[in-house]
């Protein structure tokens, strides 16, 4: 069974900067392309920015300039590099993986980011 690892998530003020990095258990070749989304209290859940093992990338609008996301093949990690950051940027965030953009077949736990002011 395929788990998604998720770690970085934390504190830091408005304007600061926090590294979310993200690893299957196991090696899969059905994941093809890694997600981050957010959620937070009553929203739904968005799409952050997505990596694809072929490198290519996607980003949400509201996150481009503020948000890279990145891969390590050497340790099947996705990391999710996030610069000036807003009190609004204080959500729960989840790794996603899948076979597709749009299937994604395992969640991570969920990790959570404050910004304060």
């Known amino acids: 069974q395929v788990q998604l690892v998720e770690s970085g998530g934390g504190s830091v003020q408005a304007g600061g900067s926090l590294t979310l990095s993200c690893a299957p258990s196991?090696?899969?070749?059905?994941?093809?392309?890694i997600s981050w989304f957010r959620q937070g209290p009553g929203k739904e859940r968005e799409r952050v920015a997505s990596?694809?093992?072929?490198?290519?990338?996607y980003y949400v609008d509201s996150v481009k300039g503020r948000i890279t996301i990145s891969r390590e093949n050497s340790k099947n990690t996705v990391y999710l590099q996030m610069h000036s950051l807003k009190p609004e940027d204080t959500v729960m965030y989840y790794c996603a993986a899948g076979p597709s953009f749009y299937s994604n077949a395992y969640w991570g736990q969920g990790t959570q980011v404050t910004v304060s002011s």
């Open positions: 196991v090696y899969t070749d059905s994941i093809k392309c």
């Open positions: 990596i694809w093992t072929t490198g290519g990338s």
